[in-house]
């Protein structure tokens, strides 16, 4: 018995790796696509990348220091921004403040913050995540603190 199971085993994988299988057999004609001259086939994949600034701190209205963080290497040939997603971690008794975050083109966009929560905003959508992006944060009281997690999901 415990040579005949094998033995079975055996022929039966040789008889699924022989047998003949097409893509006309697998799909009736009326179900395929045919591509032509004109037809344009677009693939897009997807990546993210995600930083965390240091402790930011801002007094009696003056900015915090400017973080500058990196995107690294991003994937593919010619990224587009699809989202920013900005976490932000904000101090126990701090007050309201403005979250400043300028994108690698330039593009300049702020938040008015008041407690810990997430911000996901399209203002930055189609631009070129590559580079670096600058965060700070402005007091609208007396002090605040706070730390951001930046998100960037990107295709390409």
């Not at 040579?3 to 799909?27: Q, W």
């Not at 990348?49 to 010619?78: A, E, H, M, Q, W």
């Not at 992006?133 to 605040?144: A, M, P, Q, R």
Request: proline share 5%; hydrophobic share 35%.
């Amino acid at each position: 018995m415990k040579k005949v199971i094998p033995f079975i085993t055996c022929i039966a994988m040789c008889m699924m790796l022989v047998m003949p299988v097409s893509a006309a057999e697998v799909a009736p004609k009326d179900e395929t696509a045919t591509i032509t001259e004109e037809s344009v086939a677009s693939v897009y994949a997807t990546n993210y990348f995600r930083k965390i600034t240091k402790k930011l701190n801002s007094v009696y209205g003056n900015p915090s220091d400017i973080v500058t963080l990196s995107s690294g290497s991003v994937t593919g040939s010619d990224p587009q921004i699809t989202s920013v997603t900005l976490y932000s971690r904000v101090s126990s008794g701090s007050d309201p403040f403005y979250l400043y975050v300028v994108d690698p083109n330039g593009y300049l966009d702020y938040f008015l913050v008041s407690s810990s929560g997430t911000i996901t905003t399209n203002d930055f959508n189609g631009l070129d995540p590559t580079g670096d992006w600058k965060i700070w944060i402005e007091t609208t009281g007396d002090v605040s603190t706070a730390t951001i997690t930046l998100i960037v999901n990107y295709k390409y």
